[in-house]
């Protein structure tokens, strides 16, 4: 049996939050006012935010908002052009979860072939030299 004592800390762990931050202390603390990273994935050490993984630089998110509207217009093309194939993506959540179309595409039941199982920085270095690449053309 569990401790009384213990259940706000494993309550905490529970609802802790994950994701992308902007490196910015004053960000940081107006979503997290204690220094431990008791509710986001970023802890603050010596008046600056710290993390492995879940930190970004200003530049870093505009670099992904890029890749957003890049992917965005391509997503447009290839709907205009007729290509609307059933390809979710496949990852740490299943996208076909709350999809309404479930049942037309089928897509749950074959195997999946559009897997990820990156981290963030993978990612922003990905997009980094994509977008660099596609401006020396």
């Known amino acids: 049996m569990k401790s009384i004592d213990k259940l706000p800390d494993e309550l905490n762990k529970k609802l ?10 004053e960000i940081i603390h107006g979503m ?24 970004a630089t200003l530049s870093e998110f505009g670099k992904i908002f890029k890749k957003v509207d890049m ?12 290509n609307i194939e059933a390809k979710p993506l496949k990852g740490g959540h299943d996208s076909c979860e709350y999809c309404p179309y479930d049942s ?13 199982s990156v981290d963030n920085k993978t990612v922003i270095e990905e997009i980094t030299n994509e977008i660099n690449g596609k401006e020396e053309k």
């Open 71 to 82: 992917l965005i217009a391509e997503m447009g093309k290839n709907i205009y052009s007729g």
């Open 16 to 25: 802790k939050m994950n994701g992308l931050l902007l490196k910015d202390t």
């Open 104 to 116: 037309v595409c089928a897509y749950r039941q074959s195997n999946p072939i559009n897997c990820f």
């Open 32 to 55: 997290d006012k204690t220094d431990s990273a008791t509710y986001i994935p970023v802890k603050i050490k010596a008046g600056e935010p710290v993390s492995a993984t879940s930190l």
